[in-house]
Protein backbone atom coordinates (compact mmCIF):
# COMPACT_ATOMS: atom_id res chain seq x y z
CA UNK A 1 0.00 0.00 0.00
CA UNK A 2 1.65 3.49 -1.04
CA UNK A 3 1.43 6.26 0.73
CA UNK A 4 0.68 9.66 -0.63
CA UNK A 5 2.91 12.42 1.09
CA UNK A 6 0.60 15.06 0.03
CA UNK A 7 -2.31 13.91 1.94
CA UNK A 8 0.03 13.39 5.50
CA UNK A 9 0.65 17.08 4.59
CA UNK A 10 -3.29 18.00 4.41
CA UNK A 11 -4.05 16.12 7.46
CA UNK A 12 -0.90 17.77 9.59
CA UNK A 13 -1.93 21.38 8.07
CA UNK A 14 -4.94 21.63 10.27
CA UNK A 15 -4.25 20.47 13.43
CA UNK A 16 -1.01 22.66 13.05
CA UNK A 17 -3.20 25.51 12.38
CA UNK A 18 -5.23 24.86 15.84
CA UNK A 19 -1.79 24.17 18.18
CA UNK A 20 -0.64 27.77 16.95
CA UNK A 21 -4.13 28.84 17.94
CA UNK A 22 -4.47 26.95 21.32
CA UNK A 23 -0.86 28.44 21.81
CA UNK A 24 -2.03 32.20 21.30
CA UNK A 25 -4.56 31.67 23.35
CA UNK A 26 -2.66 30.31 26.45
CA UNK A 27 0.23 33.35 26.13
CA UNK A 28 -3.13 35.51 26.18
CA UNK A 29 -4.14 34.12 29.21
CA UNK A 30 -0.63 33.79 30.76
CA UNK A 31 -0.20 37.64 30.00
CA UNK A 32 -3.36 38.45 31.26
CA UNK A 33 -2.96 36.83 34.24
CA UNK A 34 0.33 38.20 35.18
CA UNK A 35 -1.43 41.52 34.58
CA UNK A 36 -3.87 40.95 37.14
CA UNK A 37 -1.60 39.60 39.68
CA UNK A 38 0.90 42.32 39.58
CA UNK A 39 -2.30 44.73 40.05
CA UNK A 40 -3.47 42.53 42.68
CA UNK A 41 -0.55 42.87 44.60
CA UNK A 42 -0.70 46.56 44.03
CA UNK A 43 -4.11 47.08 45.47
CA UNK A 44 -3.06 44.34 48.17
CA UNK A 45 -0.41 46.86 49.71
CA UNK A 46 -2.54 49.82 49.43
CA UNK A 47 -5.09 47.72 50.94
CA UNK A 48 -3.24 46.68 54.03
CA UNK A 49 -1.90 50.32 54.32
CA UNK A 50 -5.79 51.06 54.57
CA UNK A 51 -6.56 48.58 56.59
CA UNK A 52 -4.23 49.67 59.32
CA UNK A 53 -5.66 53.21 59.03
CA UNK A 54 -9.21 51.76 60.21
CA UNK A 55 -7.75 50.21 63.07
CA UNK A 56 -5.71 53.06 64.33
CA UNK A 57 -8.94 55.33 63.74
CA UNK A 58 -11.15 52.32 65.76
CA UNK A 59 -8.53 52.52 68.36
CA UNK A 60 -8.83 56.48 68.11
CA UNK A 61 -12.12 56.64 68.43
CA UNK A 62 -12.52 54.11 71.59
CA UNK A 63 -9.32 56.06 73.47
CA UNK A 64 -11.41 59.65 72.66
CA UNK A 65 -14.81 57.96 73.89
CA UNK A 66 -12.64 56.73 76.93
CA UNK A 67 -11.31 59.83 77.82
CA UNK A 68 -15.07 61.61 76.79
CA UNK A 69 -16.21 59.57 80.01
CA UNK A 70 -13.24 60.30 82.31
CA UNK A 71 -13.77 64.02 81.86
CA UNK A 72 -17.58 63.69 82.09
CA UNK A 73 -17.08 62.18 85.54
CA UNK A 74 -14.39 65.05 86.81
CA UNK A 75 -17.08 67.55 85.34
CA UNK A 76 -19.76 65.93 87.64
CA UNK A 77 -17.61 65.60 90.58
CA UNK A 78 -16.60 69.04 90.50
CA UNK A 79 -20.62 70.38 89.73
CA UNK A 80 -21.57 68.64 93.00
CA UNK A 81 -19.08 69.86 94.87
CA UNK A 82 -20.14 73.27 93.45
CA UNK A 83 -23.68 72.61 95.28
CA UNK A 84 -21.80 71.39 98.11
CA UNK A 85 -20.17 74.01 98.93
CA UNK A 86 -22.91 76.32 98.14
CA UNK A 87 -24.46 74.58 100.45
CA UNK A 88 -22.22 74.85 103.60
CA UNK A 89 -21.93 78.44 102.81
CA UNK A 90 -25.71 78.97 103.97
CA UNK A 91 -25.70 80.92 107.45
CA UNK A 92 -21.58 81.27 107.22
CA UNK A 93 -20.24 84.41 108.67
CA UNK A 94 -18.84 86.76 106.15
CA UNK A 95 -14.81 86.00 107.05
CA UNK A 96 -15.68 82.27 106.80
CA UNK A 97 -17.21 82.59 103.60
CA UNK A 98 -14.63 84.07 101.69
CA UNK A 99 -12.75 80.76 101.58
CA UNK A 100 -16.24 79.11 100.71
CA UNK A 101 -16.42 81.44 97.63
CA UNK A 102 -12.84 80.31 96.83
CA UNK A 103 -13.04 76.79 96.51
CA UNK A 104 -16.65 77.60 94.72
CA UNK A 105 -14.30 79.66 92.01
CA UNK A 106 -12.17 77.06 92.19
CA UNK A 107 -14.51 74.14 90.93
CA UNK A 108 -16.65 75.94 88.85
CA UNK A 109 -13.54 76.95 86.84
CA UNK A 110 -12.80 72.75 87.05
CA UNK A 111 -16.38 72.00 85.43
CA UNK A 112 -16.17 74.42 82.82
CA UNK A 113 -12.84 73.29 81.73
CA UNK A 114 -13.55 70.03 81.93
CA UNK A 115 -17.01 70.51 79.67
CA UNK A 116 -14.66 72.40 77.22
CA UNK A 117 -12.31 69.39 76.96
CA UNK A 118 -15.33 67.14 77.07
CA UNK A 119 -16.21 68.71 73.42
CA UNK A 120 -13.15 68.38 72.26
CA UNK A 121 -12.86 64.91 72.69
CA UNK A 122 -16.45 64.14 71.85
CA UNK A 123 -15.28 66.58 68.18
CA UNK A 124 -12.51 64.10 67.40
CA UNK A 125 -14.18 61.07 67.89
CA UNK A 126 -16.51 61.78 65.50
CA UNK A 127 -13.98 62.79 63.33
CA UNK A 128 -12.04 59.00 63.99
CA UNK A 129 -15.53 57.76 62.96
CA UNK A 130 -15.53 60.06 59.93
CA UNK A 131 -11.90 58.98 59.38
CA UNK A 132 -12.56 55.25 59.65
CA UNK A 133 -15.97 55.25 57.70
CA UNK A 134 -14.29 57.20 54.91
CA UNK A 135 -11.32 54.53 55.02
CA UNK A 136 -14.17 51.53 54.98
CA UNK A 137 -15.15 52.94 51.72
CA UNK A 138 -11.86 52.43 50.16
CA UNK A 139 -11.41 48.92 51.83
CA UNK A 140 -14.88 47.70 50.44
CA UNK A 141 -13.41 48.75 46.91
CA UNK A 142 -10.35 46.87 47.26
CA UNK A 143 -12.03 43.77 48.36
CA UNK A 144 -14.56 44.16 45.33
CA UNK A 145 -11.27 44.05 43.32
CA UNK A 146 -10.26 41.22 44.65
CA UNK A 147 -13.35 39.28 44.15
CA UNK A 148 -13.46 40.08 40.81
CA UNK A 149 -10.13 39.38 39.81
CA UNK A 150 -10.06 35.97 41.29
CA UNK A 151 -13.24 35.21 39.33
CA UNK A 152 -11.56 36.05 36.14
CA UNK A 153 -8.53 33.92 36.81
CA UNK A 154 -10.25 31.18 37.75
CA UNK A 155 -12.06 31.09 34.17
CA UNK A 156 -8.56 32.12 32.52
CA UNK A 157 -7.58 28.86 34.24
CA UNK A 158 -10.67 26.98 32.86
CA UNK A 159 -9.79 28.74 29.31
CA UNK A 160 -6.01 27.58 29.30
CA UNK A 161 -7.36 23.73 30.14
CA UNK A 162 -10.39 23.93 27.33
CA UNK A 163 -8.98 26.20 25.02
CA UNK A 164 -12.65 27.83 23.90
CA UNK A 165 -12.05 31.52 23.24
CA UNK A 166 -15.23 32.78 24.10
CA UNK A 167 -14.15 31.90 27.60
CA UNK A 168 -11.18 34.25 27.26
CA UNK A 169 -13.68 36.79 26.36
CA UNK A 170 -16.31 35.95 29.44
CA UNK A 171 -13.15 36.47 31.64
CA UNK A 172 -12.83 39.77 30.21
CA UNK A 173 -16.28 41.21 31.84
CA UNK A 174 -14.73 40.20 35.54
CA UNK A 175 -11.16 41.36 34.85
CA UNK A 176 -12.50 44.84 33.51
CA UNK A 177 -14.64 45.58 36.64
CA UNK A 178 -11.95 44.11 38.89
CA UNK A 179 -9.64 46.87 37.35
CA UNK A 180 -11.96 49.43 37.76
CA UNK A 181 -12.99 48.66 41.13
CA UNK A 182 -9.25 48.41 42.26
CA UNK A 183 -8.55 52.07 40.17
CA UNK A 184 -11.31 53.67 42.48
CA UNK A 185 -9.70 52.33 45.69
CA UNK A 186 -6.42 53.45 43.80
CA UNK A 187 -7.19 56.89 43.33
CA UNK A 188 -10.00 57.88 44.99
CA UNK A 189 -12.44 57.82 43.07
CA UNK A 190 -16.54 58.13 44.15
CA UNK A 191 -17.42 54.15 42.47
CA UNK A 192 -18.94 52.48 45.05
CA UNK A 193 -21.48 49.73 44.20
CA UNK A 194 -23.32 49.94 47.85
CA UNK A 195 -25.72 47.56 46.79
CA UNK A 196 -23.38 44.77 45.80
CA UNK A 197 -21.47 45.45 48.67
CA UNK A 198 -24.18 45.55 51.05
CA UNK A 199 -25.13 41.93 50.00
CA UNK A 200 -21.79 40.77 50.28
CA UNK A 201 -20.68 41.99 53.89
Known amino acids: MDIDPMSVVES ?7 DRASARLNMLVAITVAILATFMGICKVKDDNIVQSMQQAQANKIDHWAFY ?6 EEIAKSSVVQIR ?14 EEA ?3 YESIALEQARKKDE ?28 IAI ?22 PTGAGVVM ?3 GLLEWSFHPTGLIKLLS
Open 12 to 18: TEPAGAK
Open 69 to 74: QARNIR
Open 87 to 100: LAMIGRRAEERTAY
Open 104 to 106: LRS
Open 121 to 148: LKQQADQDQKDYDAANFRDDQFDLSDAL
Open 152 to 173: AIALLAVTALTHQRWLYFAALI
Open 182 to 184: GLS
